[in-house]
């Protein structure tokens, strides 16, 4: 039985940016029911515990509880159609909902260990998410689904570093296909083995409205949108990419 996979990149939701996309990618959701929905990550940008930002003027009235109601109110624009559509319906649309930790998320883990988490010594905890309904795959954890290793990134062997270089490289590095978020630009690889398995390689890119600061004012153009594929099989399948402009367009 080949399969449909929805791929949702980096979200990076903080307090005040636009959220209505998550609407509409609920109500894609409604319509093209995907068997599996893959989140790579990074939802909860949580700013507020960036320790490169520790020394920046403004940082100490960066607020942890708002960076994480701030992308718990995105998650739930994001299910509010699937649940309206599932209201009274006998035959629920429940698919399989896969969520791969990001870096970000891993602050939590990691402020506990810095001076800018001493502020929430007590009170950090990756529990604060609601991720009730995900299947939640920790940090750098790749989990195999019909034959594709999704995870957050992926690491060079026996450094522990992330796997640099474009889409290519990474397949021919890892020898598998994959899916990974991370990196806001969009690219992709597939290769053909001898042996008639098709592996491929996708980086995600991002799924957000809003500009980063770090980004500058010419480093912000760059694909946003999510994936859908099709026919997956044994790490091969049939890609189809759903920008953001098209999801606005069409779906709220």
Not at 60 to 82: C, E
Not at 102 to 120: C, K, L
Request: proline share 4%.
């Amino acid at each position: 039985m080949m399969l449909k996979h929805l791929v949702i990149p980096d979200t990076q939701v903080q307090p005040g940016v636009p959220t209505k996309h998550f609407t509409a990618l609920g109500n894609f959701i409604v319509a093209k029911k995907p068997d599996v929905i893959v989140h790579l990550g990074d939802h909860w940008d949580m700013k507020s515990l960036c320790s490169y930002d520790e020394n920046k003027a403004g940082f100490d009235q960066r607020s942890y509880q708002s960076d994480i109601d701030a992308g718990n109110k995105a998650m739930a624009l994001l299910f509010a159609p699937i649940d309206e559509y599932n209201n009274g319906r006998k035959g629920k649309y429940q698919p399989r909902l896969v969520f791969t930790l990001g870096n970000h998320e891993e602050r939590i883990n990691r402020a506990t260990e810095t001076s800018i988490g001493a502020r929430f010594r007590h009170s950090v905890t990756q529990d604060h998410f609601h991720l009730s309904r995900w299947e939640v795959v920790p940090f750098l954890k790749p989990i195999k689904i019909c034959g594709i290793h999704y995870c957050h990134y992926f690491v060079a062997p026996r450094s522990g570093r992330a796997l640099g270089g474009n889409a290519h490289y990474k397949l021919n590095k890892l020898k598998f296909s994959f899916v990974m978020g991370h990196i806001q630009d969009k690219d992709s690889a597939q290769e053909y083995l001898n042996n008639g398995q098709t592996i491929r390689g996708l980086q995600a890119g991002t799924f957000c409205m809003h500009d980063e600061d770090y980004h500058g004012v010419q480093g912000g153009h760059y694909w946003r949108g999510v994936h859908m594929l099709h026919e997956v099989k044994q790490g091969n399948y049939d890609h189809m990419e759903i920008s953001l402009s098209y999801l606005l367009k069409n779906y709220l």
